[in-house]
């Protein structure tokens, strides 16, 4: 065989490619096994979360059990049967199931007492298609934040952190649904809300929510938004589940504070859902009833923050509603100052007035007019616009259109409170606004820009 100058260079690379198989082959599987191996050697138990169908706590009250129905849900059948809360059944497997000791305390265990095992203070069952895992966990160990616990069929005593103990105590209200209305707060399109006094009707027209009764009109968005979000969100505290409690707790129910019924639609389905909230004992807490066999909840009284029985919560509180892109002047009439502002193709000036005025403080003005909201209503109507310093107003801004047309008018009166009486163009009508606003109203002298001084042309005098 006749050697050529490449031959060494093609040995080697044959070499190379052997070598590089041979790693793929055989070594880098056999370090990845050997790395699972040392990996899964503090493991207690090897099963995977969603093969387990059963579980079963002994808890001092009585036996817990919750079972995977065919759809995938769990729910609770021991001591009731439940919908149960799906986060934190799959909380406690995956628990279980990552569950690491830190060393072995005795390979062979002779007494169980001695561990706390013999009563264990949590004993965990769950059953998978081929066979059963359970968990015991005793005392605390011998060192900070570690607790006993032993695999059952395992003989060893392990310790393992205190957490563990404090993660897997739950009882059967840790594992109950606390969910109220099964809404999406993003598909509902109508809220009815009866009080006793009045009730309200608010629906949804182009994403954008409106009220249909006691008066039509818009609708405040944010008030609209978070009140779904609340009924979304709803959570119990405590359950009166259908029995002998439940009956004598509904005789002592007065008429309920407010009856909330929602609609959500979807595909051209519609889906209603109704909640009756009630006074009760706990100063901190109302009832709420969806429907007879269901239990009656206790929830936070906060949540009342958002059903309110007066207009005002629910109507939009916008006092201008105008496009800011179609304004092309500003009449400003304040008790020291009256001047227009005109747009034009340079930007924004004062009118009969030469002088370059500040651009920002102008677009600051109008973005807060768009953005202003009454505050709160009126104390009592106000039958007398004059009396509260609005005819004629204290304040005046008209807002002008391209031909000088007054497209709004936003009036400001007299201060009550830290608050000014306010008048806009929408059907809101007089309400209160923050007395802050007036700080976002430039005086005609702040306007004008400050002309630089001219420099002197001094005479060269080096030649």
Partial sequence: MKLTRYTPTLVLAAVLLLLGVYLVVVEIPRQKKAGEAEQNADRLFKFESGDVDTIELRDPSGPIELKKSPDGKWRLTKPLETEADQREVQSLITTVADIRFTRVVEEQVSNMAEFGLAHPNVDITLTLPDRAERLLIGDDGPMPSTVYIQKDGDPRVVLAQQWIKGSLT????DFRTKIILTIDHDKVDQVGLEFPKRSFLLAKQDKNWILKKPIEGPADEDALNTLTLMLQNLRATFFVDPGPAHEKALKSLKKPLVTVTTRETENGAQKSQSARFYAAPEKDSVYVITEPDKPIYRVA?????????????YEDKRLVNVQPESVKGIEIHTPTDQYTLVSKETGWAIQNEKRPIKQD??????EQ???????QATEAPVKKPAAVGLKPPVYELRLLDQNQKALA???????????????????????????????????????????????????????
Wanted: proline residues 6%.
């Fill in 409 to 463: 008018e936003l009036r400001l009166g007299h201060e009550l409170k830290g608050m000014l009486y306010a008048q806009g163009n929408t059907p809101l009508g007089i309400a209160m606004v923050n007395k802050d606003f007036l700080d976002e109203i430039p005086r005609k002298s702040e306007l004008i820009k400050k002309e630089e001084p001219k420099k002197e042309n001094k005479p060269d005098t080096k030649k």
């Fill in 361 to 366: 403080l102008v677009k600051r003005l109008l």
């Fill in 369 to 375: 007019i768009e953005k202003l909201k009454a505050f």
């Fill in 170 to 173: 739950r009882t059967a209200f």
């Fill in 301 to 313: 009284k906060a949540n009342m923050d958002e059903l309110k029985p007066e207009l005002f919560h």
